[in-house]
């Protein structure tokens, strides 16, 4: 039987929460920092959403990083829906796992996996975390993917939901969502193509 979003789950965000500080506990992120404290700052950013959405934050990496499978979140409680995003955002799951801004545009499909998706790269671009990539891969620092997949992602939910998200985990990039909703062009930043007058 399978529960509906407005069922109540046996599994919590407060268990998502847990499961992710447990299944990350040893891993470290590109910066040699614990990789809990992105997973956790990805599920705190979904705050003001459903359930499901929340859980899949927290959880957004499990089926990456780790050896747990749909199987074992479905039977652990985890909702068909939360287990829907968690596979969308994960990037083994796409058709062509190296071409990241196809899978951007195959997340973006998606309302929720977007929503999630914002917020994995909302906290990867944070000003200190950008300095510290750019500084460790000066030739090609990986968040230059993250700020070409930004007017994406953006594109495909209401601007009044990124900025909610934006709000919690990088107010930083506020001004630039506003840039990029306006069509301004003022903003510091190279990725302003979002309106761009289509042929």
Do not use: C
């Not at 506020?174 to 193509?193: F, I, K, R």
Request: aromatic share 6%; no cysteine; net charge negative.
């Amino acid at each position: 039987m399978t529960e509906s979003a407005d069922a109540p789950h046996r599994f919590t965000v407060e268990t998502a929460k847990v499961l992710a500080e447990v299944a990350h506990n040893r891993q470290k992120d590109k910066l040699k920092r614990p990789y809990r404290e992105h997973v956790l700052a990805v599920g705190d950013a979904l705050a003001d959403f459903d359930d499901d959405i929340r859980i899949a934050g927290y959880l957004h990496d499990i089926a990456e990083d780790t050896p747990m499978t749909r199987q074992a979140l479905l039977d652990m409680g985890v909702s068909e829906r939360a287990a829907d995003i968690i596979e969308r955002v994960t990037k083994r799951f796409h058709e062509n796992p190296d071409d990241y801004q196809a899978g951007i545009r195959y997340i973006a499909e998606d309302h929720d996996a977007t929503l999630v998706k914002i917020a994995d790269n909302a906290h990867n671009s944070l000003p200190e975390r950008v300095q510290a990539l750019a500084e460790k891969w000066p030739d090609k620092p990986p968040v230059t993917r993250y700020n070409e997949a930004r007017p994406v992602l953006y594109a495909a939910v209401p601007v009044e939901e990124t900025r909610k998200i934006l709000a919690r985990i990088n107010p930083w990039l506020l001004e630039e969502l506003d840039a990029m909703t306006a069509g301004a062009g003022h903003a510091d930043h190279g990725n302003l193509s979002y309106n761009a007058p289509e042929a």
